[in-house]
Protein backbone atom coordinates (compact mmCIF):
# COMPACT_ATOMS: atom_id res chain seq x y z
CA UNK A 1 0.00 0.00 0.00
CA UNK A 2 1.65 3.18 -1.09
CA UNK A 3 1.31 5.98 1.40
CA UNK A 4 2.71 9.72 0.70
CA UNK A 5 2.19 11.55 4.04
CA UNK A 6 2.81 15.46 4.32
CA UNK A 7 4.04 16.93 7.71
CA UNK A 8 5.02 21.05 8.38
CA UNK A 9 2.69 23.11 7.13
CA UNK A 10 1.00 26.11 9.41
CA UNK A 11 0.70 29.44 9.99
CA UNK A 12 3.39 31.93 9.29
CA UNK A 13 3.64 35.62 8.69
CA UNK A 14 5.09 36.87 6.00
CA UNK A 15 8.66 36.62 4.91
CA UNK A 16 8.74 33.83 7.07
CA UNK A 17 9.83 30.18 6.41
CA UNK A 18 8.80 26.71 6.54
CA UNK A 19 9.97 23.29 5.64
CA UNK A 20 7.47 20.69 4.50
CA UNK A 21 8.39 17.26 4.88
CA UNK A 22 6.98 14.09 2.73
CA UNK A 23 6.94 10.53 4.32
CA UNK A 24 6.67 8.02 1.57
CA UNK A 25 5.99 4.01 1.89
CA UNK A 26 5.29 0.98 -0.51
CA UNK A 27 6.92 2.60 -3.51
CA UNK A 28 10.92 2.04 -4.28
CA UNK A 29 11.60 5.11 -3.77
CA UNK A 30 14.68 5.69 -5.24
CA UNK A 31 13.07 5.53 -8.91
CA UNK A 32 10.25 7.90 -8.33
CA UNK A 33 10.35 11.54 -9.56
CA UNK A 34 8.99 13.53 -6.10
CA UNK A 35 7.07 17.01 -6.33
CA UNK A 36 5.09 19.56 -4.29
CA UNK A 37 2.17 21.00 -5.89
CA UNK A 38 -0.24 23.16 -4.68
CA UNK A 39 -3.39 24.55 -4.98
CA UNK A 40 -4.99 27.86 -3.63
CA UNK A 41 -8.90 28.09 -2.83
CA UNK A 42 -10.50 28.97 -6.18
CA UNK A 43 -7.16 27.80 -8.01
CA UNK A 44 -6.17 24.98 -10.64
CA UNK A 45 -3.78 22.73 -8.67
CA UNK A 46 -0.05 24.07 -9.97
CA UNK A 47 3.44 22.58 -9.63
CA UNK A 48 5.68 24.18 -6.94
CA UNK A 49 8.86 21.99 -7.42
CA UNK A 50 10.27 18.32 -8.60
CA UNK A 51 13.17 16.42 -8.27
CA UNK A 52 13.95 13.67 -10.49
CA UNK A 53 15.27 10.23 -9.28
CA UNK A 54 18.82 11.15 -10.11
CA UNK A 55 18.81 14.55 -7.80
CA UNK A 56 17.91 17.05 -10.87
CA UNK A 57 15.78 19.97 -8.72
CA UNK A 58 13.56 22.38 -10.96
CA UNK A 59 11.02 24.78 -9.68
CA UNK A 60 8.06 26.80 -10.39
CA UNK A 61 8.90 30.65 -11.14
CA UNK A 62 6.76 31.95 -8.92
CA UNK A 63 8.90 30.28 -5.95
CA UNK A 64 12.48 30.01 -7.79
CA UNK A 65 14.77 31.73 -5.24
CA UNK A 66 12.55 31.14 -2.71
CA UNK A 67 11.84 27.43 -2.55
CA UNK A 68 14.22 24.20 -2.41
CA UNK A 69 13.14 20.63 -2.95
CA UNK A 70 15.19 17.97 -1.43
CA UNK A 71 15.02 14.39 -1.00
CA UNK A 72 16.75 11.52 1.19
CA UNK A 73 16.71 8.02 -0.47
CA UNK A 74 18.25 6.62 2.50
CA UNK A 75 14.72 7.72 4.45
CA UNK A 76 12.32 8.20 1.49
CA UNK A 77 11.54 11.91 2.64
CA UNK A 78 11.28 14.69 0.35
CA UNK A 79 11.72 18.46 1.26
CA UNK A 80 10.28 21.75 0.38
CA UNK A 81 12.09 24.51 2.52
CA UNK A 82 9.80 27.42 1.83
CA UNK A 83 11.82 30.98 3.02
CA UNK A 84 10.57 34.35 2.14
CA UNK A 85 7.05 33.48 2.02
CA UNK A 86 4.43 35.77 0.58
CA UNK A 87 0.43 35.53 1.37
CA UNK A 88 -0.02 34.41 -1.96
CA UNK A 89 1.59 31.22 -1.05
CA UNK A 90 -1.13 30.22 0.74
CA UNK A 91 -2.67 26.77 -0.35
CA UNK A 92 -2.69 23.11 0.14
CA UNK A 93 0.70 21.76 -0.41
CA UNK A 94 0.66 18.11 -1.61
CA UNK A 95 3.13 15.28 -2.09
CA UNK A 96 3.64 13.86 -5.20
CA UNK A 97 5.13 10.12 -6.29
CA UNK A 98 5.84 9.98 -10.18
CA UNK A 99 7.26 7.23 -12.41
CA UNK A 100 6.34 7.03 -15.71
CA UNK A 101 7.69 3.87 -17.24
CA UNK A 102 5.00 2.14 -15.12
CA UNK A 103 2.41 4.80 -15.37
CA UNK A 104 2.59 5.24 -11.61
CA UNK A 105 1.19 8.45 -9.65
CA UNK A 106 0.49 8.96 -5.83
CA UNK A 107 -0.90 12.13 -3.84
CA UNK A 108 -0.59 12.57 -0.26
CA UNK A 109 -3.58 14.17 1.61
CA UNK A 110 -2.42 17.74 1.60
CA UNK A 111 -0.60 19.97 4.27
CA UNK A 112 -2.12 23.11 4.68
CA UNK A 113 -0.10 26.43 4.50
CA UNK A 114 -1.36 29.96 5.07
CA UNK A 115 0.65 33.10 5.08
CA UNK A 116 -1.09 35.78 7.08
CA UNK A 117 0.31 38.80 9.57
Known amino acids: QVQLVESGGGLVQPGGSLRLSCAAS????????MGWHRQAPGKQRELVAI???????SAAEAVKGRFTISRDNVNNMVYLQMNSLKPEDTAVYYC???????????WGQGTQVTVSS
Open 51 to 57: ITSGGIA
Open 26 to 33: GIIFSRFT
Open 96 to 106: NARRAEIRADY
